[in-house]
T-cell receptor, first 112, second 114 residues
Framework: NAGVTQTPKFQVLKTGQSMTLQCAQDMNHNSMYWYRQDPGMGLRLIYYSASEGTTDKGEVPNGYNVSRLNKREFSLRLESAAPSQTSVYFC???????????FGPGTRLTVL | AQSVTQLDSQVPVFEEAPVELRCNYSSSVSVYLFWYVQYPNQGLQLLLKYLSGSTLVKGINGFEAEFNKSQTSFHLRKPSVHISDTAEYFCAVNTISGYSTLTFGKGTMLLVSP
């Protein structure tokens, strides 16, 4: 079991560029989550998907979109990157919504 | 609504000393509680969780936490820390009636020095 995998591990973008962060889990979990982590701010929820076919906004959704492609995969898209989106992004999954979450290794994104 | 407060942003301690990381939560109903650890440049991993039953919960790496309903606390303890315990620790809560997400605290950085 690989658990939760994320690609890429590192990315540098210029302001205005777009990109998609990929996340996949092999634990047959129903729920998936995207967080960003910034110094002193802890983890902030961007979007989540309680079950396949549903997505909901979290605390900081502006500037992001998500797609729950299937039960395994949940992607996060930045349409027009801004320096304020420089952060470390974590994907997580849980068997059911609100349960113990399993985290991926993170993507470190820098927007210049 | 539920919330989590981790009272200390940083806790420095010497190797082999005991440590307590504090977590208080706010909820009007029964809760599930979690502690996660994040080592440098890694994702979060579960240390321990309280769902029901005994209020003293044992986790990995010698950590334990005690659920105190009257104090609305879930403090994390270790009797003797190692250099390798240097990491950031996050407390999280959900209610038994079940929000769709966990609510995380802002984290406590544990710094263990020789």
């Amino acid at each position: 079991n690989a658990g939760v995998t994320q690609t890429p591990k590192f990315q540098v973008l210029k302001t205005g560029q777009s990109m998609t962060l990929q996340c996949a889990q092999d634990m047959n979990h129903n729920s998936m989550y995207w967080y960003r982590q910034d110094p002193g701010m802890g983890l902030r929820l961007i979007y989540y998907s309680a079950s396949e076919g549903t997505t909901d906004k979290g605390e900081v959704p502006n500037g992001y979109n998500v797609s729950r492609l299937n039960k395994r995969e949940f992607s996060l898209r930045l349409e027009s990157a801004a320096p304020s989106q420089t952060s470390v992004y974590f994907c997580a999954s849980s068997e059911v919504a609100g349960d113990e979450q399993f985290f991926g290794p993170g993507t470190r994104l820098t927007v210049l | 609504a539920q919330s989590v407060t981790q009272l200390d942003s940083q806790v420095p301690v010497f190797e082999e000393a005991p440590v307590e990381l504090r977590c208080n939560y706010s909820s009007s109903v029964s809760v599930y509680l979690f502690w996660y650890v994040q080592y440098p440049n890694q994702g979060l991993q579960l240390l321990l969780k309280y769902l029901s039953g005994s209020t003293l919960v044992k986790g990995i790496n010698g950590f334990e936490a005690e659920f105190n309903k009257s104090q609305t606390s879930f403090h994390l303890r270790k009797p003797s820390v190692h250099i390798s315990d240097t990491a950031e620790y996050f407390c999280a809560v959900n209610t038994i009636s079940g929000y769709s997400t966990l609510t995380f605290g802002k984290g406590t950085m544990l710094l263990v020095s020789p």
